[in-house]
């Protein structure tokens, strides 16, 4: 399985963070796996933000609930994070990843960085 993530490098501070993850090799309805986003600011360590099960079924981190949304597009394959009214604190390199039954992550995207700045 391979998983890209995509999108803007460079987002404004109280705007809506909007970033892809496109999977291959791979149904992200396949039971029994989940899809989640994962970031990592920098100097600091990796912080889960959500995920979306195979089932279509979300859960968010309940620091970030409020202002995450986690969707998916079954015919495109991918997955799509939007976290809203950001500041700069949201800077970080975001990753997408898939996590099994074994309960660990098993693949991962390369990651892709997000800079919150006016």
């Known amino acids: 399985v391979k998983l890209q993530e995509s999108g803007p490098g460079l987002v404004k501070p109280s705007q809506t963070l909007s970033l892809t993850c496109t999977v291959s090799?791979?149904?992200?309805?396949?039971?029994?796996?989940?899809w989640s986003w994962i970031r990592q600011p920098p100097g600091k360590g990796l912080e889960w933000i959500g995920y979306i099960a195979y089932s279509g079924n979300t859960y968010y981190s309940p620091s970030l609930k409020i202002r995450t949304s986690i969707s998916r597009d079954t015919f495109w394959n991918l997955f799509t994070l939007r976290l809203s009214s950001v500041t700069p604190e949201a800077t970080a390199v975001y990753y997408c990843?898939?996590?099994?039954?074994?309960?660990?992550?098993?693949?991962w995207g390369q990651g892709t960085q997000v800079t919150v700045s006016s």
């Open positions: 990843a898939r996590r099994g039954a074994t309960m660990t992550y098993d693949a």
């Open positions: 090799d791979d149904s992200i309805t396949t039971n029994p796996y989940t």
